[in-house]
T-cell receptor
Framework: DAGVIQSPRHEVTEMGQEVTLRCKPISGHDYLFWYRQTMMRGLELLIYFNNNVPIDDSGMPEDRFSAKMPNASFSTLKIQPSEPRDSAVYFC?????????????FGAGTRLSVL | AQSVTQLGSHVSVSEGALVLLRCNYSSSVPPYLFWYVQYPNQGLQLLLKYTSAATLVKGINGFEAEFKKSETSFHLTKPSAHMSDAAEYFCAVSKNTGGFKTIFGAGTRLFVKA
């Protein structure tokens, strides 16, 4: 398997623009997680899905952020409108639940810069 | 509620020296504990996991961690540091009640001096 695939790897945009980040999880995994990583706040869980259904979005910073998982092999994280404070590295991770074990496999991340 | 605390945001060792990265956890139930490593410009990857089978856990690249319930600790060690070990290390606890989250520590950046 190719692992978790994220695109694009880098995104530079201007304040106010819409940004869409994409993720393809590992085939067969039933959980998908979106994280944001910054120097100031570390690694933050934004939202996670189980079998394509959003379970917990309490980490989504505000209404400008939305995430979807239309099928088992694709998820998007959208920011509209984007702001400079959204600049961060966004990671997608997937896992296959075995009992209570939750080993997550991370993508390489999308580095977002909002000017 | 489960949480982890990593002591020291930066640790610097000489090549060949012992690596010790500290992690303390709090959990109301027997925890699943993990160490992940993040190399520059990459995502996190699993280094090792504790799932109650054995208190001393061996991982990849010569790392190991010991679960000590009495100290609520899960420190990561490696007998001899290599330059390639320079990375950021995250301790994590799996939250399996009221959800299926993993709670990550703040991370410890390891520097290895030649």
């Amino acid at each position: 398997d190719a692992g978790v695939i994220q695109s694009p790897r880098h995104e530079v945009t201007e304040m106010g623009q819409e940004v869409t980040l994409r993720c393809k999880p590992i085939s067969g995994h039933d959980y998908l997680f979106w994280y944001r990583q910054t120097m100031m706040r570390g690694l933050e869980l934004l939202i996670y899905f189980n079998n394509n259904v959003p379970i917990d979005d309490s980490g989504m910073p505000e209404d400008r952020f939305s995430a979807k998982m239309p099928n088992a092999s694709f998820s998007t994280l959208k920011i509209q409108p984007s702001e400079p404070r959204d600049s961060a590295v966004y990671f997608c991770a997937s896992s296959l639940r075995r009992g209570n074990e939750n080993i997550q496999y991370f993508g390489a991340g999308t580095r977002l810069s909002v000017l | 509620a489960q949480s982890v605390t990593q002591l020291g945001s930066h640790v610097s060792v000489s090549e060949g020296a012992l690596v010790l990265l500290r992690c303390n956890y709090s959990s109301s139930v027997p925890p699943y504990l993990f160490w992940y490593v993040q190399y520059p410009n990459q995502g996190l990857q699993l280094l090792l996991k504790y799932t109650s089978a054995a208190t001393l856990v061996k991982g990849i690249n010569g790392f190991e961690a010991e679960f000590k319930k009495s100290e609520t600790s899960f420190h990561l060690t490696k007998p001899s540091a290599h330059m390639s070990d320079a990375a950021e290390y995250f301790c994590a606890v799996s939250k399996n009640t009221g959800g299926f989250k993993t709670i990550f520590g703040a991370g410890t950046r390891l520097f290895v001096k030649a």
